[in-house]
């Protein structure tokens, strides 16, 4: 018997949508296989009519003052709490993750995130007014960009969605978002949640594929598009943008480097290494998924984590023993499958290395050892529940290493030792070094790589200012 799938719309000008020319595309829950939703597939028309409704809400919403936009957000991050559970449900369909771990781990951190850009909208900084030419008095002012186009990804569909607006909304622009076509149906949700309290046409948004998101970054009304996705589809979004010189914002791919030391303590890092690397079946841009380890405890670290591989769970969404759920979709699971295929005869598989059942798209808990640094596994991203190990002799070697690969967006350091922790952090070229911990996020920190990680900040006044411009203002004192 066929069980009648969920409708998805979108939501544009205050108002819930299908597509101007009626396509569809299914939405598919990774922990089943099973189809569960139809969403748009957008075209030009609905790209149009967000952005013709983005365009007009702009000026009204810039003019409002911080303090009235900081009330919206806030009213938005008291529904989310209250809505808390819708939310966890739809993201859980969307992603296939653990109920518990979405619950503790994600609807705290989002309401963080939106109080914090609530308050960053009372904040904005500048020069102060000064004579900086004689009988001329300047002053420098803070001002939105305008539309945002937003594309966000589906690892993390419902967080990345509030990591694009909440800033977006606090500096004072509109927003047109679309979630990845595999993880609408939370961003779905939150433009409900989000309809009662903002201005008609502030926040709107298409569902559809890679040509939606296309239609919207070359779309002449956006003055800014922000993605978070993969190398490709962010080298895609600059060249179109530049095409009319947008304002681009990029958060890309990461292969985080992960130095354990020989001083360490391997047990607890062990541990933690091991939840970092395997969350969310490691679809994370900064999951500690490329491990380098100092010779002198390599063989015992390794034995270590092969045996904390096994011990980690993935599985269904409401089984409350479960570290992470499936990996997306079908091509991801290709991709992690085909990495553990293509390892060269150097390389050994300690623990994982293959599917877990034969619906939705499960992938063990894996770790692989005896690499080099130009294999594919350690200069291309995974971004599956895949740890690589390497051996290294010194300091030196261990920077070589991990500065080697084209990303640069997070990375970590093990030591007991401060002066080698903080020479570390120094010589590692990436935007995050933790000590002695991986992947914790703040509000108030900012969240971005270098090379090919991207450029821009998500989070912390860094992240509010890149939606920001800047215009310079002077006034005679004798007129």
């Not at 920190?445 to 998500?458: A, T, V």
């Amino acid at each position: 018997m066929s069980t009648e799938l969920r409708r998805l719309r979108n939501y544009i000008d205050g108002e819930f949508r299908d597509a101007a020319d009626g396509r569809t595309t299914e939405v598919v829950n990774p922990a089943t296989g099973e189809a569960y939703a139809t969403a748009p597939l957008s075209g030009q028309a609905d790209v149009d009519a967000a952005m013709a409704a983005a365009a007009a809400a702009f000026p009204a919403w810039r003019d409002q003052t911080p303090a009235e936009r900081q009330k919206a957000l806030l009213k938005i991050a008291d529904a989310f709490e209250e809505r808390a559970e819708e939310l966890i449900a739809a993201e859980v369909e969307n992603t296939g993750k653990p109920i518990g771990l979405t619950r503790s781990e994600e609807i705290p951190p989002m309401v963080d995130q939106i109080r914090f850009f609530a308050g960053a909208a009372r904040m904005l900084e500048g020069r102060s007014a000064g004579e900086y030419m004689e009988g001329m008095t300047s002053i420098v002012r803070r001002e939105p960009v305008g539309v945002c186009a937003q594309v966000a990804p589906w690892n993390y569909p419902m967080m990345m969605a509030v990591w694009k607006f909440a800033p977006a909304l606090a500096a004072g622009n509109t927003v047109v978002l679309k979630p990845s076509d595999t993880t609408p149906a939370s961003t779905v949700l939150i433009a409900d949640i989000i309809g009662g309290i903002l201005p008609t046409g502030v926040f709107n948004v298409i569902c559809g594929d890679r040509d939606t998101g296309r239609a919207m970054v070359e779309h002449p009304t956006p003055a800014m598009a922000s993605i978070t996705g993969s190398v490709r589809a962010g080298m895609s979004v600059a060249e179109s943008a530049s095409k009319d010189l947008k304002r681009v914002h990029l958060e890309l791919g990461g292969k985080a480097p992960v130095v354990v030391f020989a001083d360490t303590d391997i047990a607890k890092a062990v541990e933690d290494i091991s939840v970092a690397g395997y969350f969310n079946a490691g679809q994370d841009c900064t999951a500690a998924t490329r491990v380098l380890v100092q010779e002198g405890i390599h063989d015992e670290f390794v034995a270590a984590l092969a045996k904390a591989a096994a011990e980690t769970k993935t599985g269904m969404p409401d089984d409350e023993d479960v570290l992470y759920g499936p990996l997306n979709n079908p091509n991801q699971l290709q991709q992690v499958t085909g990495f553990i295929e293509r390892l060269p005869a150097h390389a050994k598989v300690e623990a994982g290395g293959h599917r877990v059942g034969d619906k939705g798209f499960f992938y063990a808990p894996t770790v692989v050892s005896g690499l080099k640094q130009d294999d594919e596994i350690i200069q291309n991203e995974v971004f599956g529940p895949v740890i690589t190990v390497q051996s290294f002799t010194d300091e030196a070697q261990a920077v070589e290493w991990a500065n080697g690969v084209d990303f640069a967006l997070a990375s970590s350091v093990w030591t007991k030792d401060h002066g080698r922790a903080m020479r570390m952090s120094k010589a590692l070229d990436f935007g995050c070094v933790w000590i002695n911990t991986h992947i914790p996020l703040v509000a108030e920190m900012p969240h971005g790589g270098f090379k090919k990680s991207g450029y821009g900040k998500d989070l912390s006044g860094y992240g509010f200012e890149d939606y920001t411009r800047i215009k310079h203002v002077m006034t005679s004192l004798d007129a």
